[in-house]
């Protein structure tokens, strides 16, 4: 069974810099499109990053277009998420998932594998 876990999580002012990794166990990783989720409190889970399986293809969230950036290294089985310019409403915890396509995918249906999240808290 594929493991897909999370880390890199902490405080952070607002400004500030955070960067996320996350491994995932199975031969067939490269295969497969990476995702990464955040949940707030009181809040459903939404779509923040995905990365194709090539890496040929990236997709974000308006709200974190232009300050986050997704990538992969397949030969590593990890996926990275460099959180930049991090502002308060960027806290939650962060979920690193793994989907059952190669293509871009932004729903969490879409998506198979699940870490166990990391909790990313920016302060103002």
């Known amino acids: 069974q594929v493991q897909v876990e999370e880390s890199g999580g902490g405080s952070v002012q607002a400004g500030g810099s955070m960067r996320l990794s996350c491994g995932a166990s199975?031969?067939?990783?490269?295969?497969?499109?990476m995702g990464w989720f955040r949940q707030a409190p009181g809040k459903e889970r939404e779509f923040v990053a995905a990365?194709?399986?090539?890496?040929?293809?990236?997709d974000y969230s308006d709200s974190v277009k232009g300050r986050f950036t997704i990538s992969r290294d397949n030969t590593k089985n990890s996926v990275t998420l460099q959180m930049n310019s991090l502002k308060p409403e960027d806290t939650a915890v962060y979920y690193c998932?793994?989907?059952?396509?190669?293509?871009?995918?932004?729903?969490?249906?879409?998506?198979?594998?699940w870490g166990q999240g990391t909790q990313v808290t920016v302060s103002s």
């Open positions: 990365i194709s399986w090539s890496g040929g293809s990236t």
């Open positions: 998932a793994q989907a059952s396509t190669g293509a871009i995918a932004t729903t969490t249906v879409s998506y198979r594998y």
């Open positions: 199975g031969r067939t990783f490269s295969l497969y499109t």
